[in-house]
């Protein structure tokens, strides 16, 4: 299996301000894919990073509230900017086990409270 | 875009007894349904797939059942443990590349001992 370190793992984070989210893969992967878990909720894709060109973002989702970093094929960063109390969630990034598996592999997960 | 959904939202069992999931899909073309088992303050995990030739899955205690004409699948586990108490997520896709999972609303397993 992929090993997906993210950081930091948790935070408490102030209205207003703005965080970012590393995730590193231990090995290169085309894509990336951001995923938000509101409290009690399911899962719902924000955006899917691309190495080399703009992250393509998912409806209801703008890259001025989260803008994505994708440097090279085993990192990426996602900001959640001006943060609000619903911004509150887990923010997981993840990848594919494998070409043509289908299986999709999650990090830790990244718990944000905005206060 | 693709929709699922997923019930029930909650489900009680006795340990030792059998429980099912269940999840439709809207899109005819989606052709990977995979299961995820998440967990208290972990990860989502796969625990099954399917893909669409297939009709069933087993895997020891747990199988997935398929009806491509009725859009809808389901989890079966068997014998359930204590250890099976966690959040359940279907999801569907077309391919099994890089193409967009889409999740169903969760169901939260409580295994009674």
Redesign the interface.
């Known amino acids: 299996s992929a090993v997906i370190s993210q950081k930091p793992s948790r935070d408490i984070c102030q209205r207003g301000t703005s965080l970012t989210i590393q995730c590193q893969v231990d090995s290169q992967v ?2 990336m ?1 951001w995923y938000r878990q509101q409290p009690g ?5 924000i955006a ?1 990073a691309n190495q080399g060109s703009e992250a393509t973002y ?1 409806s209801g989702f703008v890259i001025d509230k989260f803008p994505i970093s994708r440097p090279n094929l085993t990192f990426s960063t996602l900001t959640v900017s001006n943060m609000s109390p619903e911004d509150s969630s887990i923010y ?1 990034c993840s990848v ?2 494998g ?11 990244s718990r944000l409270t905005v206060l | 875009g693709e929709n699922v959904e997923q019930h029930p939202s909650t489900l009680s069992v006795q340990e030792g007894d059998s429980a099912v999931i269940k999840c439709t899909y809207s899109d005819s073309a989606s052709n ?1 349904f ?1 299961w995820y088992k998440q967990e208290l303050g ?5 625990i099954i ?1 399917i ?1 669409s030739n297939v009709g069933e899955k087993k895997d020891q205690r747990i199988a997935v059942t398929l009806n491509k004409t009725a859009k809808h699948f389901s989890l079966h586990i068997t014998e359930t443990q204590p250890e099976d108490s966690a959040v359940y ?1 279907c999801a569907a ?1 077309r ?4 193409e ?7 169901t939260r397993l409580t295994i009674i001992p």
């Open positions: 085309t894509m894919f909720q399911s899962l719902t894709l899917t998912e997981l594919l086990q070409a043509n598996t289908g299986e999709l592999f999650f990090g830790e997960g | 990977y995979p972990k990860r989502p995990q796969l797939d893909r997520f896709k391919g099994f590349g890089n967009k999972l889409t999740f169903g609303t969760g």
